[in-house]
């Protein structure tokens, strides 16, 4: 059974809020989909040692033609919400210095955008080890006992 792009998506809405996201949604669904979408292809190549072919899509359907298990499509929400991240991080628009107090937006946009890229560093640390593990959990154990390592 093939793994639709809405459970990945539906993964990725439990660890990010963002009330544009929200608003896209309640105006088009489509259009919602279309952009988490970004995410997700930004998302794919970056699961490096997946142990099935993420590449086996069909972007019309919003499918993977494979079936991913839960590990797997928790990684990949996971890697959609760094690529959020970092469009947020270079969100330009969030500095704005157009208010009186000009030395407080300047300090309290610098603090956010710090804050952010720290969240992010630690979000791709979880998803490293995350990756680690998924990688260990799927070593053919009983080719290496017979010394074939898979090199």
């Known amino acids: 059974m093939a793994t639709l792009f809405t459970d990945i998506y539906d993964l990725f809405l439990a660890e990010v809020t963002d009330y544009k ?4 949604y ?3 669904v489509t259009d919602f989909e279309t952009y988490l979408q970004g995410f997700l292809k930004r998302a794919i190549p970056k699961f490096t040692n997946c142990a099935q072919d993420l590449t086996d899509v069909n972007f019309t359907t919003g499918t993977f033609n494979i079936t991913l298990t839960l ?3 928790t990684i990949l929400s996971s890697l959609m919400a760094i690529e959020w991240l970092n469009k947020e991080i270079q969100n330009v628009s ?3 210095i157009h208010l009186n107090d000009r030395d407080f937006k300047h300090h309290s946009a610098a603090q956010n955008l710090k804050e952010k890229k720290a969240l992010k560093n630690e979000l791709r640390e979880i998803v490293s080890q995350d ?3 998924y990688g260990i959990l799927n070593i053919p154990w009983s080719d290496w006992a017979d010394d074939e390592y898979g090199f």
């Open 21 to 24: 996201l929200d608003a896209l």
């Open 26 to 28: 309640a105006t088009s």
């Open 71 to 73: 590990m797997e499509q």
């Open 94 to 96: 969030q500095i704005n």
């Open 131 to 133: 990756m680690v593990d």
